[in-house]
C-alpha cells in the first residue's frame, strides 16, 4: 500500500525518506546474511523503489549479538555498496545491545541506532548513552514516547510487558492529568521532543486526528514551551518507578 501511494503521489524520490527493517519475519528471527540480503529485494518490489534510505537490523537482542557483528552488518555494508540502501541502522530494546555492536564493528559501520521506550517521562535513560552515541557518529531515533501506551489516557494494551507497579503508576498520573484538564500523551509527546540530541522521535499515529495533534504539540512546544508545573507533578507520581524497564530477548555472545 505504501508503495502504490508513494509511486501515485509524484513526489520526486529524494523528496523523502523511506526506513525499513530486516531480521524480524513472520516466521521468526532470522538474522543471516543470506536472508536479510534477501529482504530488502522483497522490501523494495513491494515498495516499488530502487533503494531504501534506511535498513534497519531489528530487535537484536532476540539473536546473536555477535552474530549481528561479525555476518548481519558486513551483509548489509555490501547492500549500501550496491545502493540498495543509504544508511544501516539497528533497534531493539536494552540499551547495553548498542554499545556491544558498536564498540566490535569498523567505525561508520552503522549510522543510525533506534531506541524505543527509553525517552519519555517514566524512563529517561537513554540521556546517559547520548554522549557515547554521539562520539560513535550515529544518529539518534528515540521511538514510543509514550511508552507503548503506558502514557495515554487509555492506558497500555493487555500484552504490554511493563511490571504491574509501573502500570499502575502511569495510570496515577494519566489520571491526575486529566483532573487538572491536561493530557498526560500531549506532555509526554512534549517531553520526548525536548533532547536536541535526538535527531527523530517516532511516534505510531493511527488516524489524521493523532497526526494533528502531534503536529500542534509539537507547535505549541517551539512557541510557547512546555507545562513545567504539570511536568514535575507528574514526575513527582512516577519517580518511584522511574527508569523501570522490563526484559526483552536473550542477549547472546
Known amino acids: 500500500m505504501l508503495g502504490m501511494a508513494l509511486k501515485a503521489s509524484g513526489v520526486p524520490r529524494d523528496q523523502y525518506i523511506v526506513s525499513t527493517k530486516c531480521g524480524r519475519y513472520k516466521e521468526g528471527f532470522d538474522f543471516s546474511a543470506e536472508r536479510v540480503t534477501r529482504s530488502i529485494d522483497e522490501s523494495l518490489e513491494r515498495l516499488q523503489l530502487d533503494y531504501v534510505d534506511i535498513l534497519q537490523c531489528h530487535d537484536i537482542e532476540f539473536g546473536s549479538l555477535d552474530q549481528i557483528v561479525n555476518e548481519t552488518i558486513p551483509a548489509l555494508l555490501k547492500l549500501k555498496e550496491t545502493g540498495k540502501i543509504r544508511f544501516i541502522g539497528i533497534t531493539g530494546l536494552p540499551l547495553g545491545i548498542f554499545t556491544y555492536v ?86 509526554a509527546m512534549q517531553y520526548s521532543l525536548t533532547n536536541k540530541d535526538i535527531s527523530s522521535v517516532l511516534v505510531g499515529m493511527n488516524c489524521v486526528k493523532q497526526v494533528e495533534e502531534n503536529v500542534a504539540a509539537a507547535v505549541e512546544l517551539a512557541s510557547a514551551g512546555m507545562d513545567q508545573e504539570t511536568l514535575s507533578e507528574v514526575e513527582a507520581i512516577l519517580k518511584p518507578v522511574k527508569n523501570l524497564t522490563w526484559p526483552s530477548g536473550i542477549q547472546q555472545s
Open 102 to 187: 558498536l564498540d566490535r564493528v569498523p567505525p561508520g559501520s552503522v549510522d543510525v541506532v533506534l531506541s524505543y521506550c527509553h525517552f519519555s517521562i517514566n524512563d529517561n535513560s537513554l540521556e546517559d548513552l547520548l554522549p557515547y552515541l554521539k562520539s560513535k557518529g550515529v544518529g539518534i531515533i528515540s521511538a514510543s514516547p509514550l511508552a507503548m501506551g503506558l502514557l495515554t489516557e487509555s492506558g497500555p494494551p493487555e500484552w504490554h510487558p511493563a511490571p504491574p507497579e509501573l502500570k499502575s503508576a502511569c495510570q496515577d498520573a494519566a489520571a491526575f492529568c486529566q483532573k487538572k484538564g491536561k493530557n498526560i500523551s500531549k506532555l
